[in-house]
């Protein structure tokens, strides 16, 4: 059973940081696409930052470029979001996703439904900046 489990949210104020962590289990494939999305108050969710297993095809929108960072530690399976320079606009509900795709495919990462398999989505961490 694939477990996805977000960690560190929490409340901060303007020009601070946190760093988010998702921890993953029980997820079979060694080639998969890891990701963060976030939905804020009445809003849609939104990609905010995605890397390939591989370590590339990397992605963050254009809201978070430049102050936010995605890495990950494939020995522990663990995603990682340091978000820097925070903002009351990044005030949401912080979701961790994973699905497989190969290397070959991951410049699609998260943009259509992965013909390899499922996506899991983890049950959120909140994230509250305070202005």
């Known amino acids: 059973q694939v477990q996805v489990v977000e960690s560190g949210g929490g409340s901060v104020q303007a020009g601070g940081s946190l760093r988010l962590s998702c921890a993953v289990s029980?997820?079979?494939?060694?080639?998969?696409?890891m990701g963060w999305f976030r939905q804020g108050p009445g809003q849609e969710r939104e990609k905010v930052a995605i890397?390939?297993?591989?370590?590339?095809?990397?992605y963050y929108s254009d809201s978070v470029k430049g102050r936010f960072t995605v890495s990950q530690d494939n020995a522990k399976n663990t995603l990682y979001l340091q978000m820097n320079r925070l903002s009351p606009e990044d005030t949401a509900m912080y979701y961790c996703?994973?699905?497989?795709?190969?290397?070959?495919?991951?410049?699609?990462?998260?943009?259509?439904?992965?013909?390899?398999?499922?996506?899991?989505w983890g049950q959120g961490t909140q994230v509250t900046v305070s202005s």
């Open positions: 029980g997820f079979p494939f060694s080639s998969y696409c």
């Open positions: 890397v390939h297993s591989s370590g590339g095809s990397t």
């Open positions: 996703t994973v699905e497989r795709r190969p290397r070959t495919d991951s410049s699609r990462c998260f943009t259509t439904s992965s013909p390899y398999g499922s996506r899991y």
